[in-house]
């Protein structure tokens, strides 16, 4: 009975052992982030934030580390690890570590703190938001959806109605009359950023209803939307990264959100000693934050190629502001 | 609108498949005795199993299959620990929560170059979609020359059954299977001898710890074909957050089913049907939060719980490890 209990013990002690272990190296300054319950290789978000991070080990003097959550709950312990570890800089990946970061960051002002797609009511000078105008890829993308629909139909499908999604949403609108004041966008929202099935099951009805190209913003739920393109061969539009590996005759383009050269940037500005605390940054076209996919060119003519980068120029120059809500919105009309 | 009641009917079967699977394994480990809340996680390998051994050898059987031997090593796993070592089945249950997606995402990262996600499918290499060819997609209706009623038929059977893939139709089958055998059999006698009163099933010569095991596996398989269900036909790669309490839905929808396969049938296609009708709701300008529509499928269950179904009995020994 006894070695029955000390070998369960020690299976415990090696799966928390291989599970905590951190490779930890003396460098001039540590930066470390915490992933959300994506992990680090989401092919999305999380992802991007550790390309940029690991970009920025290799390019500027710092030792990039990271921890993963595998729940919410992991989110403030793993900031305390990191912050006992010594690190300069920690970066919490996701709206929902907002938070924690400005709790934390009241109580350890010494430590820096930063969150991606984190907006701080008044952040303590340690800490820093960073958003990206989501609403500019969505313009453009929207349109390219615009330009290229036949049905002068296409549709939208949303994650969870906030205000988040909502910059992708109106953006998206917006982009669409601009292209094609005569199209139809139908909208709907899963109420979810898992449910590939629901995600199917909207994007089928859309289509059936007329739309011939789709827009998701809506995580794994865009899965189910962008199989629903393969299996009905019409057309959809990725979001966060260039989803075109998805379905590699269907996506059509992406809306990215260049997670990576924010964070790149934002690092970059610690090291030189600029770091914008106390602040909120907002990353946009004209920062690099944001873009359409490079892949685009496969489907989109090079004619409407041209002509979005026409529209980013004029968007860059602020001739053009995509609106984030319906409010916004409305008022446009 | 009979165009919509046709996307409704689609969307319940597509939904319901996965849970039918899942919610099969359920009725066989419980009626045996074994309490299975680990059904998620025996999801989860088998999800990836499919989606994993789907991509690398193109052929959708296999992958389905491998997602079947994936679920049932877990089943094992949990066998092990409830039926030989008669430990807590709970505990064991939710530490095959924790174990299936930590593998799974261990061994995508070692076989998909770090990435947590694996990459997909072609659509040629899905699990065929058996009646596509019988009822095309609109557009081909056309180009056939189909006109009037027999194209809106053909239109509505598309919508309904002619999306649908090899998995929706299996499910049915292995309902009517798990029935028979349950119910018509010697060894689903046993099985459920098992699980109602163990010691007499022993003191009749059935070996209790050999049908619990057989049953407990077979639950791990079943979860294993309902997640790869998932991974192989509604969408056609793994990621962390494909299977999302499905397990513990079909597990509830087991439940709500009183335990039995053709209750837990209908139970899994009352869910999916919420859901279809949630998702035809969500196309209107309700001035709705969609996030009151969508607790629609919840709602409606509760309701039909509380009204029609009443009170359902577990196994008598449901959860309680035998010992000799």
Avoid at chain 1, 80 to 106: H, P, Y
Avoid at chain 1, 243 to 257: E, F, G, H, R
Avoid at chain 2, 66 to 80: R, Y
Wanted: hydrophobic share 45%; aromatic share 10%.
């Amino acid at each position: 009975m006894l070695n029955k209990k000390v070998v369960v013990l020690l299976c415990i002690a090696v799966l928390v052992v291989a599970g905590c272990s951190q490779a930890k190296k003396e460098a001039a300054i540590k930066v470390a982030m915490v992933t959300d319950v994506g992990g680090v290789n989401d092919q999305s978000f999380n992802q991007s934030a550790w390309e940029g991070l690991q970009r920025a080990e290799k390019e500027i003097d710092i030792k990039a580390s990271y921890l993963e959550s595998t729940q919410d709950a992991d989110y403030k312990p793993n900031m305390e690890t990191l912050f006992d570890a010594g690190n300069e800089l920690i970066w919490g990946i996701g709206f929902k570590m907002a938070d924690v970061l400005s709790e934390l960051a009241t109580m350890n002002t010494e430590q820096k703190y930063a969150g991606i797609d984190c907006f701080f009511e008044a952040p303590t000078p340690n800490l820093v938001g960073v958003l990206f105008r989501e609403q500019e890829p969505s313009y453009l993308v929207g349109y390219i959806a615009g330009k290229m629909t036949k049905t002068n139909k296409v549709g939208f499908v949303g994650g969870m109605d906030f205000f988040v999604i909502h910059k992708f949403h109106y953006g998206f609108l917006a982009g669409v009359k601009e292209g094609n004041p005569d199209c139809e966008v139908l909208v709907q929202y899963a109420d979810s950023f898992t449910d590939a099935a629901k995600g199917k099951a909207i994007a089928n009805q859309m289509y059936k209803n007329g739309a011939d190209i789709i827009f998701h913003a809506a995580g794994g739920v865009g899965d189910g939307v962008i199989e629903a393109a393969k299996e009905q061969n019409k057309y959809a539009i990725g979001v966060d990264k260039d989803q075109n590996s998805l379905a590699p005759d269907n996506v059509i383009t992406s809306a990215m959100k260049r997670v990576d050269n924010a964070i790149y940037n934002l690092t970059k500005t610690l090291v030189e000693g600029t770091f914008p605390g106390g602040t909120n940054v907002v990353y946009g076209l004209k920062e690099g934050g944001v873009g359409i996919a490079p892949t685009s060119y496969k489907h989109v003519s090079a004619e409407i190629l041209e002509e979005v980068k026409g529209l980013e120029a004029k968007i860059i120059a602020g001739e053009i502001v995509p609106p984030t809500s319906s409010e916004e919105w409305e008022a446009m009309q | 609108m009979l165009h919509n009641i046709a996307l409704i009917l689609g969307t319940t079967l597509m939904y319901s498949t996965p849970l039918i699977y899942t919610a099969l394994g359920g009725v066989i480990s419980e009626n045996s005795g074994v309490v299975n809340i680990g059904l998620e996680g025996m999801m989860v390998v088998g999800a990836f199993a499919g989606a994993a051994v789907g991509y690398f050898t193109g052929n959708p059987w296999i992958a389905f299959m491998a997602a079947g031997i994936a679920g049932g090593l877990f089943g094992l796993l949990h066998a092990i620990a409830c039926v030989t070592f008669h430990a807590d089945q709970i505990v064991s249950g939710i530490a095959i929560n924790f174990l299936g997606p930590g593998i799974s995402l261990f061994l995508s990262r070692i076989l998909f170059d770090g990435a947590t996600m694996t990459r997909s499918i072609d659509l040629n290499n899905k699990m065929p979609r058996i009646l596509n060819s019988i009822f095309p997609n609109e557009n081909i209706l056309i180009e056939k020359g189909y006109e009037g009623t027999r194209l809106f038929f053909m239109n509505f059977m598309n919508l309904f059954l002619g999306n649908r893939y090899a998995t929706v139709y299996m499910a049915f089958i292995l309902v009517f299977i798990v029935w028979f055998v349950l119910y018509k059999t010697k060894l689903g006698l046993r099985i459920r001898a098992v699980g109602e009163h163990p010691k007499a099933a022993d003191t009749l010569g059935v070996n209790v710890a050999k049908t619990r095991y057989l049953a407990v596996i077979t639950s791990g398989v079943f979860s294993g074909f309902g997640g790869a269900a998932m991974s192989l036909a509604i969408v056609s790669n793994f990621r962390p957050t494909l299977i999302s309490g499905h397990g513990f839905i079909a597990l509830a929808a087991m439940i709500f089913g009183k335990w039995k396969p053709q209750g837990a049938l209908l139970a899994c296609l009352l869910f999916g049907s919420a859901q279809g009708l949630t998702v035809f709701l969500g196309q209107f300008d309700f001035n709705v939060s969609s996030s009151i529509l969508s607790m629609l499928p919840y709602i409606l269950t509760l309701v039909i719980l509380i009204s029609f179904v009443g009170k359902s009995v577990a196994p008598a020994a449901d959860g309680i490890p035998y010992k000799k």
